[in-house]
């Protein structure tokens, strides 16, 4: 059951940070101006990744709801279920959650761009408080769901973006790409900033310390390797902003380059949801 539960919340992250950072980039590096090719496949990408979201999410409650009750049975029972909505921190918040990602499905199908932005935003607000984000009571709990929000929105945005480069790239010949390039990692500073600022929070809260020890076991362990893919992230980023003149001449190495580091994020996300999982993953009980 533990491992349905960190695969079902890698998917769930992964695809809702993905449409978050792409809607964010998409004015950012193309501007208002439509893209017919381009904004099809995207259209195409985030209903996909929006219908994923939607089942990942449901099947999280019932895992979440077989794991509290100690059964699989009760999973699939609704008196369960809606106490599990009803009389929990978790349940309390997944309620909105899923009726967003409902909410999504609905907008990605209507023409409605203008309330894709607002709905993604919120439905990664509501991911904050879940897990590590509940750990903590009053102004404190909080501030570290603020904490979290700022996180999520920082990973969401450079993972998004990448796969928006990544697209953009498929039809390079149609695009001038040095200063769109340009603009991604300007921002990309910012973000990582954020990402770096944001995750030595949630460490020091955790764990009470800088960084956890032992260093090479358990939630240190997990930390460690998300750190360093998340360097690898940034190493190739850094490359890529030193050779960005004259990128068209090496585009090959530039979508090789982009899909790795896209990659390493997406492993980064998966390291994030073990560790959702460790140190006291709290779904409390609602007053």
Known sequence: MATLLVLCRF?????????????????????????????RRLLRITRALSWVGLLSGVTWLLLITASMAG?????LQPATVQLVLGKTFFGQVWVWHLLLNLLLVIVLLRPWPALR???????LATLAPVGHGAMLDGLSGQLLILNQVVHLACVGAWLGGL???????RQSQDYALEPILRRFSGVGYGLVAGLLVTGLINVRVLTGELWPTPLFSGFALI???????????????????????????????????VRVEWLLGVAAVA???????????AEPVAD
């Open 117 to 123: 932005l607002p709905v993604l935003a919120l439905l």
């Open 163 to 169: 796969l928006l480069l990544v697209l953009i790239l």
């Open 71 to 75: 059964s699989w049975d009760a999973a």
């Open 271 to 281: 390291a994030v949801s073990l560790l959702g999982t460790l140190v006291g993953v």
């Open 11 to 39: 998917v769930h992250f992964s695809v809702v940070l993905l449409m978050f950072g792409a809607c964010v980039f998409r004015p950012w590096l193309l501007g208002a101006q439509t893209q017919p090719a381009l904004d």
């Open 223 to 257: 930390l460690l390797i998300k750190v360093m893919l998340v360097l690898g992230m940034l190493a190739l980023a850094l490359l890529n902003r030193l050779r960005i003149e004259r990128c068209e001449e090496r585009l090959d190495s530039l979508k090789a380059s």
